[in-house]
Structure formats: structure tokens, C-alpha cells
């Protein structure tokens, strides 16, 4: 399995690259010590597994999921130091994960899961929506330890048009229509990237896509809708599709299904 591995820690990175160099199913194919790193190797590199530390600065662990595209997902084993209360999400939504100091009979028993894996039948959203799911319910237990309530239906404002409201952390959001860049379904989630910022949100793609303007979002994988207006360039890709280049450096692949629409837009 092509496999990138992240963590800031440079002992971290040397031990995990010794255990896994000495596992035959996997090649290293890059090493990455930050999250903006790591969003740029996927993106590049299209690894089969990705081990990613969780805490690290700038963008995390969690950023990190969050920023890649949910079609073109490879399989996460997250590297952490939590507690227990974070392990009992991973559990509970099937994420795998490796707890600091690295062992290296856990670390093979994770590729041997992985490689199954692999071979088995994706859900609906692939491999990124149990993450999502772990993320979010460790971001409620955390909005539970310190207090943060959700603020209930009624106290939400109603008849804005043109905007999505989004619970966060005990308040309320308000995201313009016209400031999401792109947004990726993952199962019952949404992660909707908007101004620098990703804000996950219960809800399908189609009741989203309800709400947006068709003229300016479109569909360019089956998990993934873009703003035509933050494109700026497009790179075809020698096995069909192609990749929309966006103006906050993301870069977004567009299925074969999906490029008839996009050339019609640059008509």
C-alpha cells in the first residue's frame, strides 16, 4: 500500500518510518511534518493509507480530514496521545488509531486491518465518514466538558435566504450561500468549506443542493460540489477527469462522469 506518514514530532516520524519500512505491504512513499503538507501529498500522490498525528499546530490531525475530498479518500489511522474519552469515538465509529508511544505489533495489527479493508465493499461517502463521525462526536463531548449547550431550533433565526446556519460550539453561524468555495458529503455530514474555514453540518447533499444557486455550484464528483467562481485553472489528467485548481490553493479532482459539465462552463 502507498502510504504517507504525518506528524510534526521528527522522533515520531523517524519511528513510525522504522516500524513501517520493515512491514512488506507498505511503501513510504512521502513524510510530511505538517497539516498543509499533507493536504497537498494526498492530493498529489493518491495514497492508499495515510498515518496522521492529530496534534499538531496550524492545521490538525482533524483539518486535515476535513480538507480532503471524500471520492478520492484514502484510509486514515490517526496518531494520537488522547484520553480515553476521544479512544471510546474512535471505537464507537470504527476509526483506527495509534496510541503515542508507538508499539510495533499495533502498528502491524493497523496495516493488517487496513489491507482488509481495502478490499472491502466502500459505504456510502467511502472512507471518510466514520472519520467525520469521530470527529464530531469528539467535538461535542469536548462542547459538553466545558459547557457549551447548542443553542435549540426555536432560537434560530428564520427566513434568512441565501445563507446557511450552522451549530457550532453552542451558537449559531450564519455562512453566506455566496462564501462556500466547495462542499464534500460524507454519509450524513457535509464539511462545507467556506473562507478558510470547514463546518460540518448534519445534512444530504441533495437537500443542500436544493438550496444552492445552480448556475454557480456544481456537481463535479458524487460527493463533491464546487463554486464555479473560485476556480482558476484546470489541469486534465492523463486516466480522464481532471482537477480544478481553486483560488485558496485547494485543488478539487472532477470525475469522467462529471467533466461534460465542467466544459460546458468554460464554453
Request: aromatic share 6%; charged share 30%; net charge negative.
Amino acid at each position: 500500500m502507498k502510504t504517507i506518514i504525518v506528524d510534526d514530532e521528527p522522533l515520531a516520524l523517524d519511528l513510525l518510518r522504522s516500524i513501517l519500512s520493515a512491514i512488506e505491504d507498505v511503501e513510504i512513499i512521502a513524510e510530511c511534518s505538517n497539516g498543509r503538507d499533507a493536504i497537498a501529498a494526498v492530493s498529489s500522490l493518491h495514497p492508499d493509507l495515510i498515518f496522521l498525528d492529530i496534534q499538531m499546530p496550524g492545521i490538525n490531525g482533524f483539518e486535515v480530514v476535513k480538507a480532503m475530498q471524500s471520492d478520492t479518500m484514502p484510509m486514515v489511522i490517526f496518531a494520537t496521545a488522547y484520553n480515553q474519552f476521544a479512544i471510546d469515538a474512535f471505537d464507537l465509529h470504527a476509526v483506527d488509531y495509534l496510541l503515542k508511544p508507538f508499539d510495533p505489533e499495533r502498528i502491524e495489527r493497523a496495516v493488517q486491518r487496513a489491507i482488509e479493508r481495502r478490499s472491502a465493499p466502500e459505504n456510502d461517502g467511502g472512507f471518510k465518514t466514520p472519520l467525520i463521525g469521530a470527529i464530531e462526536e469528539i467535538t461535542r463531548r469536548l462542547d459538553k466538558e466545558s459547557g457549551a449547550v447548542s443553542s435549540p431550533e426555536e432560537e434560530i433565526p428564520q427566513g434568512i435566504k441565501r445563507k446557511l446556519l450552522i451549530r457550532d460550539s453552542g451558537m449559531v453561524k450564519v455562512v453566506p450561500f455566496d462564501d462556500i468555495d466547495w462542499v464534500d458529503a460524507a454519509g450524513d455530514y457535509m464539511c462545507v468549506h467556506a473562507l478558510g474555514e470547514t463546518h460540518i453540518v448534519r445534512s444530504t447533499l441533495r437537500e443542500l443542493l436544493e438550496k444552492l444557486d445552480d448556475k454557480m455550484f456544481i456537481r463535479i464528483h458524487r460527493s463533491t460540489v464546487v463554486n464555479i467562481e473560485r476556480v482558476v485553472s484546470v489541469t486534465r489528467l492523463q486516466k480522464g477527469g481532471s482537477l480544478l485548481h481553486l483560488a485558496d490553493g485547494n485543488s478539487l479532482r472532477v470525475s469522467r462522469n462529471y467533466r461534460e459539465a465542467i466544459r460546458s462552463l468554460f464554453q
